[in-house]
């Protein structure tokens, strides 16, 4: 009886948690996808022979590389509001989470395109240039497209790590999965809730996982 009684109590918490994994999926998607698209940029950026904008990407990937993602969390909530005049009141925690993480996101992104781009054979960029192609075409039209399938073992990592990373936003109230358990622990002093927490995660990665290994098979370079 008392299994059942437990059993029950653990299913009743799913509904609520469920709300907060949408939230956690939502907030990793779009980090992932903008990483990808302004770390492209950035990587650009550094392979570029322009040293003000060489530079510039490199202080900015060094930053966001360097500081704790917490802390980045915090000043674009807390901090970043009051640069405006008057001080900006209209930045919710949710907003506050999505710029946080992408930008976070798109400096590792970066470094990870980057080296993908670089790995690609320096005769490909001298054939497009020997067929009439300037730096930037050569780039889009012939590198970076290469580059894709170089990335796609690195960026489900990151994929991965961001899912786990996103508790972090339980710290602003935002309410995502980890943030939902611990309103329910604290509530109904349940610790119970943390087991099927957990095995959302795992099934959240473990999914993931299994979808990028089965692209990594069917689209990746690397055997």
């Known amino acids: 009886m008392e299994a059942v009684l437990l059993m029950s109590q653990i299913l009743s918490f799913i509904p609520r948690l469920l ?113 009439g192609m300037t730096y930037g075409q050569a780039m889009l039209r012939v590198i970076v497209p290469q580059s894709y399938r170089r990335l796609i073992p690195p960026v489900g990592n990151e994929f991965i790590m961001m899912i786990k990373d996103t508790a972090l936003v339980s710290a602003i109230a935002l309410p995502d999965l980890m943030r939902v358990t611990h309103e329910i622990e604290s509530q109904q002093a349940a610790w119970l809730v943390y087991i099927p927490s957990a095995i959302i995660y795992l099934v959240l990665t473990t999914l993931f996982t299994f979808i990028f290994e089965k692209f990594e098979k069917k689209y990746s370079v690397y055997e």
């Open 19 to 131: 709300r907060g994994t949408g939230i956690t999926l939502e907030l990793t998607i779009v980090a992932v996808i903008f990483g990808l698209l302004f770390g492209l940029l950035l990587a650009l950026g550094r392979l570029s022979k322009n040293v003000v904008i060489n530079k510039f990407c490199w202080v900015y990937i060094w930053f966001f590389r360097g500081t704790p993602l917490l802390m980045q969390l915090f000043f674009i909530y807390y901090a970043f509001p009051l640069f405006f005049n008057p001080p900006l009141k209209d930045l919710t925690n949710v907003m506050a989470g999505f710029i946080a993480f992408s930008l976070n996101s798109a400096a590792y992104l970066a470094e990870i395109i980057r080296a993908a781009i670089q790995s690609i054979d320096k005769g490909q960029m001298e054939a497009s240039k020997a067929l």
